[in-house]
């Protein structure tokens, strides 16, 4: 009786240590979260809904989108920190995920401490705009060249004290060693107003925001902020190509899991998405929402989160930017 109740024992353990094995193996068995950040319509959100669908086809499983806007996505984030690490509570950052730690000291989550990066799926390149009825700037360095012979004359909207388009603008202040005076707005809608109007004289902004105009002529795009030219803008030169080497800021998207989720689950995960982001149709999508899509490696994702963090805390500290 010993013997068998020892062996019941061992075989009850053995058991134990194979089901997790077995639910990892067999993921995703139900419903998957997307958590974004932001409202509806927005592209992280458009995107998210693109990758869901396929997500759904390719798994059998459905994935969804919750949208939980507010402190810019800090609520979601902190709320994915905080979800059980079984791969069915999922994150869609952005670049904001980078900016975050500089600009709110207090925040309820560490994202090296508490998320796992799953795989980057895209970018989107800002574009350096004027208007061209209020000015007859042309180039980068017609720009640079106005700036600092009339130090703080020019000014430049931003969606806001500490959004990407604010510190992607002070990042260009500091490369080009030029004065402009930032003009914050709520939002990226009233930024561009601004600058159709006039109101302000320069805007860099996301492409996929500004593009319709730019294409209807109503913006002047005088360089992308890419390491690449874009798909949509082929005839704009890189920041690189117009004088301005050091000068690269994008935005990006990506995902990511609480940080004990088991490593098979990450790695299913991973394949998964890239699968659907290599796909043409998914490329073709991303594209025409101004975007390129793009794939990692966890590892990879991981280094560039830091890399983007590290460089946006610069940017921060050196232009003292301050948020409520």
């Known amino acids: 009786m010993k013997k068998i109740a020892a062996f019941l024992v061992v075989a009850s353990s053995m058991l134990v240590a194979v089901a997790p094995c077995l639910a990892q193996s067999n993921y995703p068995n139900r419903a998957v979260k997307i958590i974004v950040g932001f409202a509806p319509g927005g592209l992280n959100d458009v995107i998210g809904r693109l990758l869901a669908q396929r997500l759904t086809v390719a798994t059998g499983q459905t994935f969804f989108i919750e949208n939980r806007p507010g402190a810019a996505a800090n609520l979601a984030t902190e709320q994915v920190a905080r979800s059980e690490a079984d791969g069915y509570?999922?994150?869609?950052?952005?670049?904001?995920?980078?900016?975050?730690?500089?600009?709110?000291?207090?925040?309820?989550?560490?994202?090296?401490?508490?998320?796992?990066?799953?795989?980057?799926?895209?970018?989107?390149?800002?574009?350096?705009?004027?208007?061209?009825?209020?000015?007859?700037?042309?180039?980068?360095?017609?720009?640079?060249?106005?700036?600092?012979?009339?130090?703080?004359k020019l000014n430049y909207a931003s969606a806001g004290q500490g959004s990407p388009t604010h510190?992607?603008?002070?990042?260009?202040?500091?490369?080009?060693?030029?004065?402009?005076?930032?003009?914050?707005?709520?939002?990226?809608?009233?930024?561009l107003?601004?600058?159709?109007?006039?109101?302000?004289?320069?805007?860099?902004?996301?492409?996929?925001?500004?593009?319709?105009?730019?294409k209807a002529g109503n913006l002047r795009a005088l360089a992308v902020t890419s390491e690449k030219?874009?798909?949509?803008?082929?005839?704009?030169?890189?920041?690189?190509?117009?004088?301005?080497?050091?000068?690269?800021?994008?935005?990006?998207?990506?995902?990511?899991?609480?940080?004990?989720?088991?490593?098979?689950?990450?790695?299913?995960?991973?394949?998964?998405?890239?699968?659907?982001?290599?796909?043409?149709?998914m490329k073709q999508k991303m594209l025409?929402?101004?975007?390129?899509?793009?794939?990692?490696?966890?590892?990879?994702?991981?280094?560039?989160v830091q890399a983007e963090t590290t460089k946006w805390t610069q940017v921060v500290r050196a232009a003292n930017i301050k948020v409520d």
């Open 167 to 191: 510190l992607a603008s002070e990042m260009f202040k500091r490369v080009a060693s030029v004065d402009i005076v930032h003009v914050p707005y709520k939002g990226t809608g009233p930024s």
């Open 193 to 214: 107003t601004a600058a159709l109007s006039g109101e302000v004289q320069v805007l860099i902004d996301v492409l996929p925001a500004a593009l319709p105009m730019v």
């Open 89 to 152: 509570t999922l994150l869609l950052t952005s670049s904001a995920l980078a900016i975050a730690p500089s600009l709110y000291p207090k925040l309820g989550y560490n994202t090296q401490k508490d998320l796992a990066p799953i795989i980057q799926i895209g970018s989107s390149t800002m574009l350096v705009m004027v208007n061209p009825s209020a000015t007859p700037i042309t180039s980068l360095g017609e720009l640079v060249a106005m700036a600092k012979a009339s130090p703080g």
């Open 288 to 304: 025409e929402l101004g975007a390129e899509g793009t794939t990692s490696t966890p590892q990879e994702f991981a280094q560039f």
């Open 229 to 281: 030219r874009s798909t949509a803008l082929p005839n704009v030169p890189t920041t690189t190509e117009a004088g301005f080497p050091g000068y690269i800021a994008t935005s990006w998207y990506g995902l990511l899991a609480p940080i004990a989720t088991p490593k098979e689950i990450i790695a299913k995960l991973n394949s998964e998405i890239a699968k659907v982001m290599n796909s043409e149709d």
